[in-house]
Each structure stands twice: as structure tokens, then as C-alpha cells.
């Protein structure tokens, strides 16, 4: 079975641009995590969705970011006037059930100029 | 919050080493430890997973262990290969969060 796709694989956005980011879970899988994860860093925690449902965003770093998954599949993670700090790999993970293993996607590699 | 630090951050041995790489975490209220595997520009992939319950967990030539008491990981790997070069990061989740905290990894090079 196809396994966590991400999209655009690359996105490079002048600073100031809007960006969108998707993610395809597992089918089936209720749990949905995004990551940011710097280079040379392990992946930071984002927000978390539980089908549509978004429970806990705490780790957002600034209201510029904003994530979605309205029919609890696809999930979409919006950027908005982007700066050169967030250029980084944004990851997204999905899971099963409300505990268990994660899965992850290839991420999306966001580059700012 | 949860802090994880994994030692070493670099290891080079020759092909055929057993070896252990370790993972500390400040928390011991974890209820999930996850061990993965990142290969260069691509994404994690999911090695091992120890549930709250457990104490270890084995998957072919790999071994992991939790003690949450000492809040420590360990991933043991036996009779290394050249494509176990990857970094190796461990990543725990609990205490209230659902969302997995992660070590900066070990960067792994086995010389053939």
C-alpha cells in the first residue's frame, strides 16, 4: 500500500510569498502530525489533527502558520508571508489510531530567498 | 517539557561492529519511544517502536531497549553493514503531547 506522499517534494518562495503545502496519509490513518525540521536538527513538533479535528498546535511558531485537514484525509499546511527562517524541511506523519507508530512522508523541502 | 539527547552525534566503525547507540530523555512520564532512520534528503523511516508497557523491542539485526527509570534508550545494532549508514533518531512522545520529541540524531558511518 502507497505509504505518506508529500507535495511539492521542493518549493522555493521569494520572502513574502504564500505558500501551501500538502500531505496525503496513509489511507484510513486518523492521527495526522506536521513536523518542521531544520538542517542538521531532528524534526520539531507542529500540530497535530485527529481526523479533522485539530488538537493541539502548539508547537506553531507564529500565526503566519496556519495547517487544515477538513475532511480528515488530505491536510494542507499554509505559510503565509514567508521569511528566510522558515526555510527548512517541513515533514508529515500519520498514524493508525490515537497511539501507535508513526509514518512518514518524504517531505517538502521549503527554501526562502 | 520533554528534552531527548542522543550520544554520540557522529560514529564511524568498520563493517562487522556490534554497536549501541544511546538516547536520553528528561521526562519519564514517556509513553512512546520511537527509533528511526533518516537517509540524506529523505524522509524517517520507522525502525522500532516501544510502548509504554514494554521494556524492548527487536527487529532483525536491531535491538531496543526502554528503562524509563533512568530515562534511557538504547539501539543496539548487530553485525553492521555499510547500509546502515544513515543518522538514527529517537523520539519519544507523553507527558500530555501527542506529537513525538525528537533527539538531534546520530550520524552513523559504517567503512566497508
Known amino acids: 500500500g502507497a505509504g505518506v506522499s508529500q507535495s511539492p517534494r521542493y518549493k522555493v518562495a521569494k520572502r513574502g510569498q504564500d505558500v501551501a503545502l500538502r500531505c496525503d496519509p496513509i489511507?484510513?490513518?486518523?492521527?495526522l502530525f506536521w513536523y518542521q525540521q531544520a538542517l542538521g536538527q531532528g524534526p520539531e513538533f507542529l500540530t497535530y489533527?485527529?481526523?479533522?479535528?485539530?488538537?493541539?498546535k502548539s508547537g506553531l511558531p507564529s500565526d503566519r502558520f496556519f495547517a487544515e485537514r477538513p475532511e480528515g484525509s488530505v491536510s494542507t499546511l499554509k505559510i503565509q508571508r514567508t521569511q528566510q527562517e522558515d526555510s527548512a524541511v517541513y515533514l508529515c506523519?500519520?498514524?493508525?489510531?490515537?497511539?501507535?507508530?508513526?509514518?512518514f512522508g518524504p517531505g517538502t523541502r521549503l527554501t526562502v530567498t | 517539557k520533554q528534552e531527548v539527547t542522543q550520544i554520540p552525534a557522529a560514529l564511524s566503525v568498520p563493517e562487522g561492529e556490534n554497536l549501541v547507540l544511546n538516547c536520553s530523555f528528561t521526562?519519564?512520564?514517556?509513553?512512546?519511544l520511537q527509533w528511526f532512520r533518516q537517509d540524506p534528503g529523505k524522509g524517517l523511516t520507522s525502525l522500532l517502536l516501544?510502548?509504554?508497557?514494554?521494556r524492548e523491542q527487536t527487529s532483525g539485526r536491531l535491538n531496543a531497549s526502554l528503562d524509563k527509570s533512568s530515562g534511557r534508550s538504547t539501539l543496539y545494532i548487530a553485525a553492521s553493514q555499510p547500509g546502515d549508514s544513515a543518522t538514527y533518531l529517537c523520539?519519544?512522545?507523553?507527558?500530555?503531547?501527542?506529537?513525538?520529541?525528537f533527539g538531534k540524531g546520530t550520524h552513523l558511518i559504517i567503512q566497508p
Open positions: 489533527f485527529q481526523n479533522e479535528a485539530q488538537l493541539d
Open positions: 523520539a519519544g512522545s507523553g507527558g500530555g503531547a501527542d506529537g513525538l520529541t
Open positions: 489511507s484510513g490513518h486518523v492521527s
Open positions: 516501544i510502548q509504554s508497557s514494554q
Open positions: 521526562d519519564s512520564a514517556i509513553y512512546n
Open positions: 506523519a500519520s498514524r493508525s489510531g490515537r497511539v501507535g507508530e508513526q509514518y
